[in-house]
């Protein structure tokens, strides 16, 4: 057993550990204390010099050096002279009986060695597993993957946040991966960069089993996929919540419409003229002219035309169709890289409530227990469940983060700004994935709001490098370290090892 350090002060959650001589001790980095029958792992979260020699003299022997008087420090042993101290605080105790959050301290001056892999054997695989990555204790990997129960984790929702560019879409990708051939569960991602699927670089379209579990559309779809289109009839006056903003005069106008002519209201709507019983003449253009700038239409003539992703014929199946790749356990992209923020966010709602609908549906009617859990991705989560947008009212964002899990489906939110979500949602949304994050005010959104006390933390998730990341989540025990493998790699390793009847990913077959 490697000694590294020793206990030399301190209390519960805050020991104060002497690192060997050339220790090389790690923010991060994960100890361990043995006992009678059980062993503790803690896990540095500071890091600090300590030295033998009063610091008056210290500060004396510096401004002789600088000056060139050539002093040093050599008149005691190198090794004991001066020293790095580590704060850790206890993590997890391991006894015969299980896995234990640590009630004790351990023996004054006792000694702490490495983590070995043998120490994190208690990590077992769940039944419905979801990979995540591999340990790591600091910067260093150890050889031992990380699988949450995938089922209790999408349907509990997942708050997935860093500084842009740590690594929160190569994680996200990497998860895809491993879930597309997963029967527990269904992938509905809306993707803002294009960047799931892998038009011209590595994607989900490479995975072996692309061909029969991954959907993806797009308003310009590569040969052989599925184009984006939405049928006019498929909209309801409520997805336009959070898109953009109408008064509640306009709202009660479009409710009016929708309550009149049903499927047909847009289009009535758009050739209407006249002022109704509870309208004025002012209201239905203004409304007017923000539905046609908003869904791309042109009216001449009481002839209407459209030309973006809506259609007054076409994409008339696309909910059923979506639904019932999700029964499947299918993934499926929705490329909104093309779209304006607010058609993004209005594609994203009315697909979304379609299939809340449809899982509120199956509970009622008892057959929810065979369905998969979906898990609806939405990158910069805010727009949907920011302060701001909620102010307004929930939405079926803000309503599946309060009661999704009831229905087994989840969100997994992805931000750089934690901060602007409101606090009860984050707090419903049970396991967050912590990646590097610079601003302090968002560390502080998150360590608030995490299922394990992470107060200690601020410093270690300052300096979690790209790939590395904290899991709390109140399905596991403690703050799991992790470290992402980059996804090109790791899909190339899955690709070559998997049984060789590839096939190209020829696109939809709903
Ligand atoms: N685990 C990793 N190992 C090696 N490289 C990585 C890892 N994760 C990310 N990278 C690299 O870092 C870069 C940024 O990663 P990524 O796009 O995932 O960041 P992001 O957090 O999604 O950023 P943004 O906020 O801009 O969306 C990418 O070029 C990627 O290749
Ligand atoms: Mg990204």
């Given at each position: 057993m490697?000694?590294?350090?020793?206990?030399?002060?301190?209390?519960?959650?805050d020991?104060l550990?002497?690192?060997?001589s050339?220790?090389?001790m790690?923010?991060?980095?994960?100890?361990?204390s043995d006992?009678?029958?059980?062993?503790?792992?803690?896990?540095?979260?500071?890091?600090?010099?300590?030295?033998?020699?009063?610091k008056?003299?210290?500060?004396?022997?510096?401004?002789?050096?600088?000056?060139?008087?050539?002093?040093?420090?050599d008149?005691?042993?190198?090794?004991?002279?001066?020293?790095?101290?580590?704060?850790?605080?206890?993590?997890?105790?391991?006894?015969?009986?299980?896995?234990?959050?640590?009630?004790?301290?351990?023996?004054?001056f006792s000694?702490?060695?490495?983590i070995t892999?043998?120490?994190?054997?208690?990590?077992?695989k769940p039944?419905?597993?979801?990979?995540?990555?591999?340990?790591?204790?600091?910067?260093?990997l150890?050889?031992?993957?990380v699988f949450?129960?995938?089922?209790?984790?999408?349907?509990h929702?997942?708050?997935?946040?860093?500084?842009?560019?740590?690594g929160k879409?190569?994680?996200?990708?990497?998860?895809?991966?491993?879930?597309?051939?997963?029967?527990?569960?269904a992938?509905?991602?809306?993707d803002?960069h294009?960047?799931?699927?892998g038009?011209?670089e590595?994607?989900?379209?490479?995975?072996?089993?692309?061909h029969?579990?991954?959907?993806?559309?797009?308003?310009?779809p590569?040969?052989g996929?599925?184009?984006?289109?939405?049928?006019?009839t498929?909209?309801?006056p409520?997805?336009?919540?959070g898109?953009?903003?109408?008064?509640?005069?306009?709202?009660?106008?479009?409710?009016?419409?929708?309550?009149?002519?049903h499927?047909?209201?847009?289009e009535n709507?758009?050739?209407?003229?006249?002022?109704?019983e509870?309208?004025?003449?002012?209201t239905?253009?203004?409304?007017?002219?923000?539905?046609?700038?908003?869904?791309s239409?042109?009216v001449?003539?009481?002839?209407?035309s459209?030309?973006?992703?809506?259609?007054q014929?076409a994409?008339?199946?696309?909910?059923d169709?979506?639904?019932?790749?999700l029964?499947?356990?299918?993934?499926?992209?929705i490329d909104?890289?093309s779209?304006?923020?607010?058609?993004e966010?209005?594609?994203?709602?009315?697909?979304?409530?379609?299939?809340?609908?449809?899982?509120?549906?199956?509970?009622?009617?008892?057959?929810?227990?065979?369905?998969?859990?979906?898990?609806v991705?939405?990158?910069?989560?805010?727009?949907?469940?920011?302060?701001?947008?909620?102010?307004?009212?929930p939405?079926?964002f803000?309503?599946?983060?309060?009661?999704?899990?009831?229905?087994?489906?989840?969100?997994?939110?992805?931000?750089?700004?934690?901060?602007l979500?409101?606090?009860?949602?984050?707090?419903?949304?049970?396991?967050?994935?912590?990646?590097?994050?610079?601003m302090?005010?968002?560390?502080e959104a998150?360590?608030?709001?995490?299922?394990?006390?992470?107060?200690?933390?601020?410093?270690?998730?300052?300096?979690?490098?790209k790939?590395?990341?904290?899991?709390s989540?109140?399905?596991t025990?403690?703050a799991?370290?992790?470290?992402v493998?980059?996804?090109d790699?790791y899909?190339?390793?899955?690709?070559?090892s998997?049984?060789?009847?590839?096939?190209?990913?020829?696109?939809?077959?709903?």
């Amino acid at each position: 057993m490697e000694i590294i350090g020793q206990i030399v002060a301190g209390g519960f959650g805050d020991i104060l550990i002497r690192q060997k001589s050339k220790g090389a001790m790690e923010l991060g980095e994960l100890l361990v204390s043995d006992a009678k029958d059980q062993y503790t792992i803690f896990q540095i979260y500071d890091l600090k010099y300590g030295s033998q020699i009063a610091k008056e003299s210290l500060e004396m022997i510096a401004g002789m050096n600088l000056e060139g008087y050539g002093a040093s420090l050599d008149f005691l042993d190198p090794d004991l002279r001066n020293y790095i101290l580590a704060r850790a605080k206890s993590v997890v105790t391991i006894k015969r009986t299980g896995i234990h959050s640590p009630k004790t301290l351990p023996d004054f001056f006792s000694t702490l060695r490495k983590i070995t892999n043998k120490d994190l054997a208690f990590i077992q695989k769940p039944q419905q597993p979801l990979y995540l990555g591999a340990v790591r204790s600091g910067s260093k990997l150890m050889p031992i993957d990380v699988f949450l129960d995938g089922q209790k984790v999408f349907s509990h929702h997942i708050l997935l946040c860093a500084t842009t560019g740590r690594g929160k879409s190569n994680l996200l990708k990497t998860l895809l991966w491993s879930a597309l051939d997963k029967g527990y569960c269904a992938n509905l991602v809306f993707d803002p960069h294009d960047e799931y699927f892998g038009r011209n670089e590595i994607g989900l379209k490479d995975h072996p089993q692309s061909h029969e579990k991954l959907e993806y559309l797009s308003p310009e779809p590569p040969p052989g996929a599925r184009t984006l289109k939405i049928n006019t009839t498929l909209l309801k006056p409520w997805h336009f919540d959070g898109a953009i903003e109408f008064s509640d005069a306009q709202k009660d106008l479009m409710y009016t419409f929708y309550n009149n002519f049903h499927l047909e209201w847009i289009e009535n709507l758009m050739i209407s003229e006249d002022e109704g019983e509870f309208y004025r003449k002012e209201t239905i253009n203004v409304v007017k002219r923000k539905l046609m700038r908003l869904l791309s239409i042109t009216v001449a003539e009481d002839e209407i035309s459209y030309s973006g992703i809506f259609d007054q014929t076409a994409g008339q199946t696309l909910n059923d169709d979506i639904i019932r790749a999700l029964d499947a356990s299918k993934t499926i992209i929705i490329d909104t890289s093309s779209l304006s923020s607010a058609v993004e966010i209005l594609v994203t709602s009315i697909i979304t409530s379609e299939v809340f609908a449809k899982y509120k549906h199956y509970r009622k009617t008892g057959e929810l227990k065979t369905k998969p859990v979906v898990n609806v991705i939405l990158e910069e989560a805010p727009r949907v469940l920011g302060k701001e947008v909620l102010q307004r009212g929930p939405n079926v964002f803000s309503s599946i983060a309060r009661e999704g899990r009831k229905f087994n489906i989840g969100l997994t939110a992805i931000t750089q700004l934690p901060s602007l979500i409101p606090k009860e949602i984050l707090a419903n949304l049970n396991t967050k994935i912590i990646m590097g994050i610079e601003m302090q005010a968002e560390r502080e959104a998150i360590i608030a709001s995490a299922a394990q006390d992470l107060s200690a933390d601020d410093r270690n998730i300052a300096s979690l490098d790209k790939g590395e990341a904290i899991v709390s989540s109140t399905f596991t025990k403690f703050a799991l370290p992790i470290k992402v493998p980059f996804f090109d790699n790791y899909a190339k390793a899955h690709i070559q090892s998997a049984p060789k009847e590839k096939k190209d990913f020829t696109g939809i077959k709903f």
